[in-house]
């Protein structure tokens, strides 16, 4: 195993291991229960960690439980532009490597006739060149997947925050009257009026 792999490795072992500490610390995304109020009937729960584990077995998974559709493409459009990234960066990176490998082992009749004029020095350059840019699109495909389940999580979390079209807020022109000592005095003004 090299070090990319083991790399990679790590970095989903530390998503998932924080993925499992979210889900962990939340109570489904609802209020901890009264033990004092009389038990209530059982109905569905939009669950945070369901939406998450539906997420890493499957990406999009956990934005259709959220009834998020509109999001699946994005997700998926973002896997196929690393998967895209790091077959090119791959495929180059092979090839640059692999003429390194021959130039070192002496093995001259499997050197590329397009190569002949470059320097060693010039191929190497190249071949670290390419790891590095496949190195980094392949921790960029571990973090969207990451990205991905959290999106989940937190969706799951809203998913009974109300939204709703009632949400307002109005300037309006007032006029307020005050009794004091036996007299009614008008007061012109402005009123601030949030309505939820």
């Known amino acids: 195993m090299n070090h990319l792999h083991f790399r990679l490795l790590l970095i989903l072992a530390f998503c998932l291991s924080t993925l499992y500490g979210w889900t962990q ?22 669950s945070p960690k369901k939406a998450a584990w539906m997420s890493a077995v499957l990406p999009g998974l956990g934005q259709g439980y959220n009834h998020k559709y509109w999001k699946i493409p994005i997700v998926y459009t973002g896997f196929a532009g690393a998967g895209v990234g790091i077959y090119f960066l791959n495929k180059n990176f092979t090839y ?7 130039r070192l082992n002496g093995e001259t009749d499997k050197l590329k006739s397009e190569l002949s004029s470059w320097a060693n020095e010039n191929v190497d350059e190249m071949r670290s060149y390419y790891l590095r840019y496949l190195e980094i699109t392949s921790i960029a495909l571990v973090l969207w997947y990451a990205v991905n389940i959290i999106d ?45």
């Open 25 to 46: 610390s939340t109570n489904n995304g609802l209020p901890a229960k009264d033990t004092l109020s009389a038990p209530q009937s059982k109905t569905h729960v939009h």
């Open 96 to 102: 640059y490597r692999d003429e390194y490998r021959y």
């Open 152 to 196: 989940a999580v937190v969706d799951a979390h809203l998913f009974y925050f109300d939204v709703s079209d009632d949400l307002s807020f109005a300037i309006k022109p007032c006029i307020s009257t005050n009794y004091t000592f036996g007299t009614y005095q008008l007061f012109n003004g402005i009123a601030l009026t949030l309505k939820f």
